[in-house]
């Protein structure tokens, strides 16, 4: 019968090999071929994983229960340039060296890559011309030179090559350094040197960051070598406001932030008032967050303006509505309390008997002798002087 495609996975043995996967239809050993779903002379359709992971058997259904192994009729995959040689024995993996699987040379003129005879990669000495246009000799690896130009064959993006008594002697970048993008912008990704190799690998690029999104509470950023865009400090300024902390950019984040009539910050806003403490000298915070000196007439029980709330302000409709002794009176046509409102309300006032509404509050007073009582004059304070 034709059964199931089998999965095949190089192992370890001796050494590392790397993996390979070979799928591939068998028949089984025992009987002919049969339909799908159907079973030839001696074979069997199961639902068995019958895959034992060795590169050196091919799987099979025996019966509804029972797997079969045969000797692979494929050799394992090999890894190229190890010096040794995958071989099934049978069904049974092992590794034997080889001395054609040279490894790729490196980018040294003066060494070349070897087997040894235990199947080792290893690295030789060569002899022979090396440096600029061939100019000097190999020597025991290394390649002589007069002067540091000589040495340009070692120099690549992480390696500087330079003259020191008569040899090439090279040092790396140290890991990490980036040496140039990999031709795509903005993705984090460049070309690294890993301190200790001639070349350069791909590698995390922390300065090739992604383009900015627009947010100016965002800045771009490579983390863990993937670009993404970080949430910029609170408190970092953005036009119009601050920044959030979150990515957003508002009119503040505390009152520090706010400040002239509007000091104090509510949900992210400045604002005159967030409760009844916030309204100097006393007064009421609306839910629209302004201040007003009342609200019913109760908040302007001991108000000097008057105890009468009319559209959020303190005042009065009639002397009654005045709970002030220095301002018993009500000026009904700017609704507030006063020391007087007409001159009857200053007869035989020491001050004057002129009610004045010039020169600050409106008081009683004088502006010539006649609004003084008994013998007394006007006095420059417009108040009546003996």
């Known amino acids: 019968m034709v059964c199931r495609p089998s999965r095949f996975a190089f192992v370890l043995l001796t050494m590392a090999l790397s993996s390979a996967c070979l799928a591939v239809q068998y028949e089984s050993p025992t009987g002919g071929a049969g339909g799908a779903g159907g079973a030839g002379q ?38 190229a340039g190890d010096c040794r040689k995958a071989v099934c024995d049978g069904t ?7 001395l054609d699987d040279v490894p790729p040379d490196t980018a040294n003129p003066c060494s070349a890559s070897a087997c040894l ?14 440096g600029t246009e061939g100019a000097f000799e190999c020597f025991d690896g290394t390649c ?13 993006e992480c390696a500087n090559a330079e003259c020191v008594a008569g040899l090439c002697v090279v040092s790396y970048e140290a890991a990490g350094t980036v040496v140039a993008d990999d031709g ?8 690294v040197c890993d301190g200790v190799a001639l070349v350069a690998a791909v590698s995390v690029n922390p300065l090739d960051l992604p383009p900015a999104n627009g947010n100016p509470c965002q800045v771009a950023a490579c983390v863990e070598g993937a670009p993404t865009q970080l949430n910029s400090t609170i408190n970092s300024p953005c036009p119009g406001g601050f920044c959030n902390g979150s990515g957003g950019c508002v009119e503040c984040n505390n009152n520090e932030n706010c400040g002239g009539p509007t000091p104090i910050c509510v949900a992210s806003v400045c ?22 000196q009342c609200v019913t007439n ?36 700017g609704s507030f309390c006063a020391a007087c409102v007409t001159n009857a309300h200053c007869s035989g006032n020491p001050d004057g008997e002129r009610c004045i509404s010039f020169l600050g509050p409106i008081r009683c007073g004088c502006q010539s002798a006649g609004d003084c009582p008994g013998n007394s004059t006007c006095g420059p304070g417009f108040a009546c002087i003996n």
Do not use: W
Not at 92 to 98: C, Q
Not at 121 to 130: A, E, F, L, S, Y
Not at 145 to 153: E, G, K, P
Not at 310 to 332: I, L, R, V
């Open 184 to 191: 795509v912008a903005g993705n984090c990704v460049g070309r």
């Open 92 to 98: 049974t993996l092992r590794s034997e060296a080889d």
């Open 298 to 333: 109760g908040d302007c029980a001991t108000a000097q303006q008057g105890s009468v709330c009319t559209a959020g302000e303190c005042g009065c409709t009639g002397d009654a509505d005045c709970p002030d002794e220095g301002e018993p009176h009500c000026n009904t046509e």
């Open 117 to 130: 005879e235990d199947g080792t990669p290893t690295q030789v000495n060569v002899d022979g011309p090396c």
């Open 42 to 79: 001696g074979g069997a359709s199961c639902e068995l994983d019958c895959d034992d992971d060795n590169v050196c058997t091919d799987d099979f259904c025996a019966s509804e229960s029972l797997c079969g192994h045969a000797a692979s009729s494929q050799p394992p995959a090999q890894l």
């Open 271 to 292: 604002v005159e008032c967030g409760a009844n403490a916030d309204c100097t000298g006393g007064g009421v915070c609306l839910p629209s967050n302004e201040c007003v």
């Open 144 to 156: 002589s030179c007069n002067v540091s130009a000589d040495c340009t064959d070692y120099e690549t």
